[in-house]
């Protein structure tokens, strides 16, 4: 998997960027989805996964790791949670919408699952999403990771998925440009 950083100079980025989610869509998801779990979540820094996260996490999305071997880990600035499972990140976001609101089956504690993981993973990754009491909005597959199979699966349930791209540089070309961040 390559480094999640800004796009400098000529790039392979676009031409893998195929996936039924249109530009408009991707946006709106990006912007208005404020709860991110990051499956293969590293407490290293160096880690793209560490650096996606702090970016996400620095514009205003609520970022909880999950990582089984990072899990005892106290975790970074602008990280709310690393927890051991899909299951306990869903009720790191749960507690949270209960407590605002009284209401955390309204919308689903999970918006987005941001996958870091090897794509022979993404099955039984499925798995853990579909079995989620309300199915996050996007599943979002980074660079090198895709698995048709479990991507299908996926859709099936409603369930939009982006593969093979960087959240980051979606972000930053979606988002923040047209932003002006």
Do not use: W
């Not at 893998?16 to 249109?22: D, V």
């Not at 540089?169 to 988002?175: G, I, T």
């Amino acid at each position: 998997n390559s480094f999640c950083t800004l796009l400098t100079g000529a790039t392979d980025y676009e031409a893998k960027m195929a996936t039924p989610l249109s530009d408009a869509a991707l946006t709106a998801l990006l912007r208005h989805s404020r709860r991110i779990a990051v499956l293969g979540y590293s407490a290293t820094p160096s880690r793209a996964s560490n650096s996606v996260s702090a970016y996400m996490a620095s514009n205003g999305h609520r970022v909880v790791g999950v990582n089984p071997a990072a899990a005892s880990a106290a975790p970074p600035a602008g990280i709310a949670a690393i927890v051991p499972t899909l299951a306990a990140a869903y009720e790191t976001f749960a507690m949270t919408l209960d407590a605002k609101s009284g209401d955390g089956g309204a919308q689903p504690a999970i918006e987005i699952v941001d996958v870091f993981r090897n794509p022979e993973a993404l099955p039984g990754i499925a798995a853990e999403v579909l079995e989620l009491p309300v199915k996050p909005r996007l599943v979002f597959l980074q660079e090198g990771v895709t698995h048709a199979a479990a991507e299908a699966s996926l859709r099936a349930a409603g369930i939009d998925v982006v593969s093979d791209r960087c959240i980051l540089k979606e972000h930053q070309r979606l988002v923040a440009l047209a932003s002006g961040l």
